[in-house]
């Protein structure tokens, strides 16, 4: 049984040290969401918390009042960075909508806003200046949007060694001698 014990503690601390329980997080994003801008971005990027590998990839930047999309081109991963690049030639309100699934099933989204200033504009440096906050913005973490609830690898591999370790106690149990009419079995 010590033997048992002894396997399954190394178990742990060997998949503990091989596999990152750390999820790549959602850090920035440029422009900044609320940023007001002097001139026109040529693209727009999701960074993160280390080297992301997304399973898929949707990013939508469009004027806020409708309108075609602003996209030049499909995203791309850039080491730690998304990029997608645009063609935002007149001022006004942006809207960006962003969705990734990463390959460990984890799943960010959100909507940043940007505005582009019209030439002569107003902005306290010309660049990200933080635009008065809308009452109608959806709500979002520090980080720009959300991860939703998902499985690590990590969580799944203590989750099937509580349903070995279960199923063991189990057997142990039903194996113990039992004691029919209470009495010991004599030798005969």
């Known amino acids: 049984m010590s033997a048992l014990v002894l396997a399954v503690g190394v178990s742990v601390v060997v998949l503990a040290a091989v596999v990152d329980p750390t999820p790549v997080r959602l850090t920035a994003t440029s422009p900044a969401d609320g940023a007001v801008l002097s001139a026109p971005p040529t693209e727009y990027a999701l960074r993160f918390s280390g080297a992301v590998a997304p399973r898929e990839v949707h990013v939508s930047v469009g004027p806020a009042d409708g309108g075609p999309a602003t996209m030049a081109g499909e995203p791309r ?9 645009l063609t935002v030639s007149a001022p006004g309100g942006y ?3 962003y969705h990734l699934l990463l390959l460990d099933g984890t799943e960010i989204s959100g909507i940043d806003r940007f505005t582009v ?8 440096s010309g660049v990200d200046a933080p635009a008065p906050p809308s009452d109608d913005a959806p709500p979002s973490d520090a980080a720009g949007g959300h991860a939703h609830a998902a499985t690590d690898p990590f969580s799944l591999v203590l989750l099937g060694l509580n349903l070995v370790l279960i199923v063991v106690a189990i057997a142990i149990l039903l194996r113990r001698p039992g004691r029919a009419g209470g009495h010991p079995r004599r030798p005969g």
């Open 117 to 124: 200033a019209p030439p002569g504009g107003a902005t306290t």
């Open 77 to 85: 991963r850039d080491g730690d960075r998304i990029v997608v690049p």
């Open 95 to 97: 809207l960006v909508a």
